[in-house]
């Protein structure tokens, strides 16, 4: 039985188990969708990839935990920066979650908090080069998590405030998703023979692209839900070509005006969405797994934008734009008989994106 016995500062040590409890049956609890995406991924990719987002998923956490001022979110957000920088300290992780665990109301995110002394000792416990990569990406999240809570007022102010030109959100994609991208090439390249042949800074950049699309749907599709915590992300420059001012999107009946302001973002979205589709065609077509695990995020931004484009009520908090758990399923069916294709692959994708540039 392999135990992972890190050097610093009192971590506890994991046995199989408990990898297992960590990367297995918490990562279920607090990963929802992204879950499907961590369980087809090749074996040796499971663990570097599904601590990654479990560290970045307990930054969120941290971040995310209203029932504290935003500043002292963000000082507890710079320790764990800080631990993640390495190295960790067992009792800096404790004063953590001692000061958040109760402010939680999902079990799983307390459980998150709760388990981060082991979280890090898997992290001392990976390869040096997975663990290097794993900080990178984790630290570069936080970063982006830290510009929130110090650009926006707290959820409860009644105030809204706007990144102010494109250059800002295409920044902020980068913090919180482009850098998913680069991790993702990186990792997945050193862990798979058949990848040996990609230039990884040609690939980095265009995974880079792949998760601007990914945040960028999230950002197109959350505004009304954003808008209502003092969070917008449609930068002010584009909504002032509309027409409209930041306060404005608080009401629904002002859609028709500002949505010139959310074509601009669809247009934008799709020019990264037609990297992400040349990033999933770069794979090997025997990579079947991995393959999937990029095809499936991009099927569902890409049907998620659809909706959006065609759901006038785009302001409205009730009315998400969303696609169905069924669909879902549908798409992970018929995926599984077209990611041998590039042609099938290829008319699917352009398909979808098409659905989105008739309008």
């Known amino acids: 039985m392999r135990l992972v016995a890190p050097e610093s500062n009192g971590l506890p040590p994991v046995d199989p188990a408990g990898r297992k409890r960590l990367l297995t049956d918490l990562l279920r609890g607090v990963a929802r969708a992204f879950y499907l995406t961590l369980r087809v991924l090749p074996a040796r ?7 990654a987002y479990l560290l970045a998923r307990a930054a969120d956490t941290i971040a995310d935990t209203r029932l504290l001022p935003p500043q002292e979110r963000l000082a507890h957000l710079l320790s764990f920066h800080k631990q993640i920088e390495g190295p960790a300290s067992a009792d800096a992780l404790r004063t953590i979650a001692a000061a958040l665990t109760q402010k939680q109301s999902i079990p799983a995110e307390r459980a998150l908090l709760q388990s981060l002394p082991q979280a890090f000792a898997l992290l001392d416990g990976l390869a040096e080069a997975d663990r290097k990569r794993v900080r990178k990406v984790v630290m570069t999240l936080t970063e982006g998590m830290e510009f929130d809570l110090k650009t926006f007022p707290a959820e409860d102010a009644g105030q809204v405030a706007a990144l102010q030109t494109p250059a800002d ?3 902020y994609t980068y913090f919180v998703a482009g850098c998913v991208g680069e991790f993702w090439t990186e990792i ?12 990884i800074s040609r690939m980095s950049e265009t995974g880079v692209r792949f998760g601007k699309a990914l945040q960028y749907t999230n950002v197109l599709r959350d505004v009304p839900k954003d808008l209502r915590i003092g969070r917008c992300y ?7 070509r509309a027409g409209v001012k930041p306060d404005d999107l608080m009401n629904p009946a002002n859609g028709a005006k500002a949505r ?17 589709e040349a990033y999933t065609l770069a794979i090997p077509r025997r990579c079947v797994r991995l393959r999937l695990a990029v095809l499936w995020p991009i099927l569902i931004g890409l049907a998620t934008l659809a909706k959006l484009a065609r759901n006038p009520a785009w302001l409205v908090p009730a009315q998400p734009s969303k696609v169905t758990r069924g ?6 069916f018929c995926s599984v008989f077209c990611v041998w294709s590039n042609v099938l692959l290829k008319s699917w994708m352009v398909n979808l994106r098409g659905n989105i540039e008739v309008l």
């Open 45 to 51: 990719l499971r663990e570097p990839v599904g601590l």
């Open 169 to 171: 959100l295409d920044r």
């Open 188 to 199: 997945t390249a050193a862990h798979t023979p058949a990848l040996a042949h990609w230039d």
């Open 234 to 240: 449609l930068p002010a420059e584009a909504l002032a």
């Open 260 to 276: 010139a302001a959310l074509v601009e973002g669809l247009k934008t979205a799709l020019e990264h969405y037609a990297h992400a």
């Open 327 to 332: 669909w879902v399923y549908r798409m992970m």
